[in-house]
C-alpha cells in the first residue's frame, strides 16, 4: 500500500478499475450530454442518440416477443397429438390456404412505404441540417414545400393494415377462424401481432405529421421521424420475416 | 419525449403535475416505492392467513370467513404473483432504482421523463387490476403464480379459473408493458447519461446491477407477454397452444393437442432471469452498503461487475431446472443442471468478495450494515440448496415440497426483501431528509432475522420428510400429520415477524415526519447521491453537472484528511 501523497497526479491514480480520468469529456462516450446546450439551446443531436438507444430496446423487446413466437410455433407443429379414434400418434397442425394475392399485395405496399419513408426521413434530416443558417440575417431558406413522404407513408401503412383486414376476410370465407387448427391459430396470432406493432408506427408518423402543422422547430419533428423510420423499416423486415414463416415453414 | 433540461430547471407547482403525474424521477421512485410498501403488505396478510389455516383449518377467520381449499389455492397464487411481481421486481428496481439511478450517474433526469410516469402508471393500473381478482365471480385464481395450464387455460376448472384468471393474465400483461418500458429507459441512462467522469467502471456496483436488471427485464418479459397472450388466447379464443384434450367435470372441453409443456418453456425462459431481477438489485446495495459501513473499498470490484454479468448471462440458460419433473430427456436435464450449478461460480465469488470487503475493516454496525450482513447470510443459507436442487434425481424428490418452499423464500424473497430493507434504512435519509430511528432500526433487525430463519429452516426439513407444498391441509394423511408440530413452528414464527414488521412501518413514517433532520452526508459515502443536497433538488444537482474524478468506493484511504475521498472530490488520493 503507497503512502499518500497530495502531489500525486489523478492522472497516476489507478483506483476505481483502472479507468483514467477525464481528459477531454468524461464518461466513456464523452460523457454526458445535457439536453440543453450551455447556451440554453436544445442539444438535438444528444436527443437523438438518446431516441435511437430507446429504439434499438424496443426492437430488442420486440424481437424477443416474436422470437418466443416462433418457438412456440415450431414446438406447436412438431407435438403429436393422441388420436382415440385410431389408438396412434398423429399430426394436428393442419393446413390453411393462405390468401396469396393478398398478401403479396399488402408486402408490396409496406416495402413501397418503406422506400417513402426513408425519403421522408432524408428530408427531414436535409431540412434539420439547414435549420441553423435561418438564424444567419439576410439568409431566407425559402418557403420550400417538398413532397410529402411522411403522409404517402401513412397512407401505405394504413393501407397495408386494411388489406391485412381483407386477408383476414378472406381467410374466414375460406373456412379458417382462429380456433380451426393450430396452424391458422398462428396466421392470425402472428399477423395480429405484427399489425399491432405496426399500428404502433402509424400512432408515431401520425404525430410527427401533427407537429409538421405546428410551427415547431423541425429538429425536434426530425427525430420523432428519423425513429419512427427505423422502426419502420424494422416492421417491413419483421413482416418479411413472418411472412416467410407462414409460407414456408408451414 | 420530453427530455428537455429547461424543462427541470423548473419544477412543476401544482399539486397534480408535482406529487401525482410527475415526470421527476425522484417522485415516481417513491411512488413505486410505496406501491410496492402497500402490495407487499397484501401479500404479506395473505400468508398469514395461509399459515394460519395451515393451522387450525376449521377456524372462521375475521374479514375471509372460514377457509375452503379453493380459496387457499387462491391465497397461495395471489400471495406468489402480488410478491414477485409488485414487490420483489418493483420496488429494488421500479422504486431506488428509478430514485437512486439518475443521481449515481450524474443525470438530471432519466432519459425519457414521460415513459418513466408511463412505466409508474401501468404498473399501478397492473396491481389495481390484479387485487381486482379478489373481488369477481369466483374470486381470484387458483394456478399458482406459474400459472400451469391446462388449470390456467380453463375457465370451467375451478372457482377463481373464469373472470378472475382472466384478469390475473391481463395483469401480468400489462405489467410486462410497465416493465419494458422501465427497462429501456434505465439502459439508454445508464449509456447515455452518464457524468463527465463517470465511466462504465466508476460506476457504483448499484448502477451496474440496476442496468444488468435492465437488461434481463427487456429480454425476459416480452417473452412472458407471448406466453400470456397465448394463454389468453387458449381461455378465450379456443384455441389449442397449451390445452391437450381435457375432461373437466365428464364434460370434454374444445381442446385438444396443445402442450402444456411449452407454457412451462416460455414461463422459466422469463421465470429464471425473473429470480435475478429480484435478486441482483439487493446485490447491488449490499455490495455498496458492506463498503461504505466497512470503510473499505468493494473487494474485487471489476470480479464483481463480472459476476453480475456472468449472473445475469447463465440466469438465461437455465429454466429448464424448473421442469426436471415435467418430463425431459435426461440429456437436457444433464445439460440444464450442469448450467444451473455454473450459477454458483459467480455467486460464490460475490460471497467472498462481500466478506474480503469486511475483513479487518472498521465495521459501523449501524441499521443498514445489520442488513446488508443479513442479506449475504441469507443469500448463503438460501443459495446452498440451490445445487442440491439443481441435481435431477435429487429434485425429483423433493420437487413440489417445502424444501422449494424454504429454498426460493431464503433466497429470492426474504434476501431481496432485506436488501430492500437496506436500502430503506440507508436512503431514507436522502430521499425524506431525516433520520430514521436506530433502536427501532435495530430491534426490526433481529426479530426479523430470527423471524425469517424460524420460518423458512424447518421447512428444509419438511421438504425432505416429504411434506408437500400447496396442499390446505394436512390432516387427511398420517405421515404428514406427523409434521404439523413444526408447521406449528413456522405459524407461530410468521405471527411474530409479521408483527415485528409494524415496528419497520411506524419508524418509516414517523422518521419521514418527526425524525432527525439528516446532513448531506449522514453515512460519509462517496458516491454521487451524497453530494448534493437532501432531499435532492428537482433537477438533482441544482443546474450543475458534476464531474466525476475517482472510482465509487475510496474508503480507508490512508494519510488523507477523511477516510474516504467523493467521487467528485478533484484532489489526489494515493494509488494504494
Given at each position: 500500500m503507497a503512502t499518500y501523497s497530495p502531489t500525486t497526479p489523478v492522472s497516476q491514480l489507478g483506483r476505481g478499475g483502472d479507468v483514467p480520468p477525464p481528459s477531454n469529456g468524461g464518461g466513456d462516450d464523452g460523457g454526458f450530454q445535457g439536453s440543453s446546450l450551455p447556451n440554453g439551446f436544445p442539444n438535438y443531436g444528444a436527443r437523438l442518440r438518446r431516441a435511437r438507444l430507446g429504439l434499438i430496446c424496443a426492437i430488442a423487446t420486440v424481437s424477443m416477443v416474436f422470437i418466443s413466437l416462433t418457438s412456440?410455433?415450431?414446438?406447436?407443429?412438431?407435438?403429436?397429438?393422441?388420436?382415440?379414434?385410431?389408438?396412434?400418434?398423429?399430426?394436428d397442425w393442419g393446413m390453411v390456404q393462405l390468401p396469396w394475392q393478398l398478401l403479396v399485395i399488402n408486402t408490396v405496399l409496406l416495402l413501397t412505404s418503406s422506400l417513402t419513408m426513408e425519403a421522408a426521413r432524408r428530408d427531414v434530416t436535409r431540412r434539420a441540417a439547414l435549420a441553423p443558417l435561418k438564424s444567419f440575417p439576410g439568409i431566407s431558406l425559402g418557403d420550400e414545400k417538398s413532397f410529402p413522404w411522411l403522409e404517402v407513408t401513412v397512407v401505405l401503412g394504413l393501407g397495408f393494415l386494411v388489406g391485412q383486414w381483407f386477408a383476414w376476410g378472406e381467410l374466414k370465407s375460406r373456412g379458417f377462424f382462429v380456433d380451426t387448427n393450430p396452424n391458422s391459430s398462428f396466421v392470425y396470432l402472428l399477423t395480429a401481432a405484427h399489425a399491432l406493432h405496426l399500428?404502433?408506427?402509424?400512432?408515431?408518423?401520425l404525430w410527427a405529421s401533427i407537429t409538421s402543422l405546428q410551427h415547431r422547430p423541425v429538429e425536434g419533428r426530425r427525430i420523432v421521424v428519423d425513429v419512427a423510420a427505423w422502426y419502420w423499416h424494422f416492421m417491413a423486415v419483421l413482416w418479411i420475416y413472418v411472412f416467410a414463416l407462414l409460407a414456408f415453414a408451414r | 419525449m420530453a427530455t428537455s433540461a429547461t424543462v427541470h430547471a423548473h419544477a412543476p407547482q401544482g399539486f397534480i403535475r408535482k406529487y401525482i403525474f410527475s415526470l421527476d424521477h425522484k417522485v415516481i421512485g417513491i411512488q413505486y416505492f410505496f406501491l410496492a410498501l402497500t402490495a407487499v403488505f397484501v401479500g404479506m396478510f395473505l400468508s398469514l392467513l395461509m399459515r394460519i389455516h395451515l393451522l387450525w383449518p376449521g377456524v372462521s377467520l375475521p374479514l375471509v370467513g372460514e377457509i375452503k381449499p379453493e380459496m387457499y389455492l387462491s391465497l397461495l397464487t395471489m400471495h406468489g404473483t402480488i410478491m414477485v411481481f409488485f414487490v420483489l421486481t418493483t420496488a429494488p428496481q421500479g422504486g431506488f432504482g428509478n430514485y437512486f439511478l439518475p443521481i449515481q450517474i450524474g443525470a438530471p433526469d432519466m432519459a425519457f421523463p414521460v415513459l418513466n410516469m408511463l412505466s409508474f402508471w401501468t404498473t399501478f393500473v397492473a396491481f389495481v387490476t390484479i387485487i381486482a381478482a379478489f373481488f369477481v365471480t369466483g374470486g381470484a385464481p387458483l394456478h399458482g403464480w406459474t400459472g400451469y395450464p391446462p388449470l390456467s387455460a380453463i375457465q370451467q376448472a375451478g372457482p377463481g379459473e373464469g373472470l378472475g384468471a382472466d384478469l390475473w393474465i391481463t395483469s401480468i400483461a400489462i405489467f410486462c408493458l410497465a416493465s419494458l418500458m422501465g427497462a429501456l429507459n434505465f439502459l439508454t441512462t445508464t449509456l447515455d447519461m452518464r457524468a463527465k467522469g463517470m465511466t462504465m467502471m466508476r460506476m457504483p456496483l448499484t448502477v451496474w446491477?440496476?442496468?444488468?436488471?435492465?437488461?434481463?427485464?427487456l429480454l425476459a418479459f416480452g417473452v412472458l407477454l407471448s406466453a400470456g397472450i397465448l394463454l389468453l388466447m387458449d381461455r378465450n379464443l379456443g384455441t389449442s397452444f397449451y390445452v391437450p384434450l381435457v375432461v373437466v367435470n365428464g364434460q370434454i372441453m374444445g381442446h385438444k393437442g396443445g402442450s402444456p409443456l411449452l407454457w412451462q418453456h416460455l414461463f422459466w425462459f422469463f421465470g429464471h432471469p425473473e429470480v435475478y431481477i429480484a435478486i441482483l438489485p439487493g446485490m447491488g446495495v449490499t455490495s455498496q452498503i458492506l463498503s461504505t459501513f466497512s470503510r473499505k473499498p468493494i473487494f474485487g470490484y471489476k470480479a464483481m461487475v463480472y459476476a453480475m454479468l456472468a449472473i445475469g448471462f447463465f440466469g438465461f440458460m437455465v429454466w429448464g431446472h424448473h421442469m426436471f419433473m415435467s418430463g425431459m430427456s435426461p440429456y437436457s436435464a444433464f445439460a440444464f443442471s450442469l448450467l444451473t450449478m455454473c450459477i454458483g461460480v459467480p455467486s460464490a465469488i460475490k460471497t467472498f468478495n462481500w466478506l474480503g470487503t469486511m475483513w479487518k475493516g472498521h465495521i459501523r454496525f449501524q441499521t443498514p450494515m445489520l442488513y446488508a450482513i443479513g442479506f449475504v447470510s441469507l443469500f448463503v443459507s438460501g443459495g446452498l440448496s440451490g445445487p442440491f436442487l439443481a441435481q435431477p434425481v435429487l429434485d425429483i424428490q423433493l420437487h413440489d415440497t417445502y424444501f422449494v418452499v424454504g429454498h426460493f423464500h431464503l433466497i429470492m424473497g426474504v434476501a431481496a426483501i432485506f436488501g430492500m430493507f437496506a436500502?430503506?434504512?440507508?436512503?431514507?435519509p436522502k430521499m425524506f431528509g431525516r433520520m430514521m430511528n436506530e433502536t427501532w432500526g435495530r430491534i426490526h433487525f433481529f426479530i426479523t432475522l430470527a423471524g425469517t430463519y424460524a420460518i423458512f429452516m424447518p421447512m428444509h426439513y419438511l421438504?425432505?420428510?416429504?411434506?408437500?407444498?400447496?396442499?390446505?391441509?394436512?390432516?387427511?394423511?398420517?405421515?404428514l400429520q406427523k409434521l404439523m408440530p413444526i408447521h406449528a413452528f413456522m405459524t407461530y414464527a410468521a405471527i411474530i415477524t409479521i408483527a415485528a414488521q409494524f415496528i419497520f412501518v411506524i419508524n418509516l413514517f414517523w422518521s419521514i415526519f418527526k425524525g432527525p433532520k439528516a446532513s448531506d452526508n449522514p453515512w460519509e459515502a462517496t458516491t454521487l447521491e451524497w453530494t448534493t443536497a437532501t432531499p435532492p433538488p428537482h433537477d438533482n444537482f441544482n443546474g450543475v453537472t458534476p464531474v466525476v474524478h475517482h472510482g465509487p468506493y475510496e474508503y480507508g484511504v490512508p494519510g488523507a484528511a477523511r477516510d474516504y475521498v467523493?467521487?467528485?472530490?478533484?484532489s489526489t488520493v494515493p494509488s494504494h
Open positions: 412456440a410455433y415450431v414446438v406447436r407443429q412438431g407435438l403429436p397429438t393422441f388420436d382415440g379414434t385410431t389408438n396412434a400418434y398423429v399430426r399500428a404502433g408506427g402509424i400512432i408515431a408518423l | 446491477s440496476w442496468f444488468i436488471t435492465a437488461i434481463l427485464g436500502a430503506t434504512y440507508y436512503w431514507v421438504g425432505i420428510a416429504g411434506g408437500t407444498r400447496r396442499y390446505s391441509q394436512y390432516t387427511e394423511v398420517a405421515y467523493m467521487q467528485t472530490d478533484p
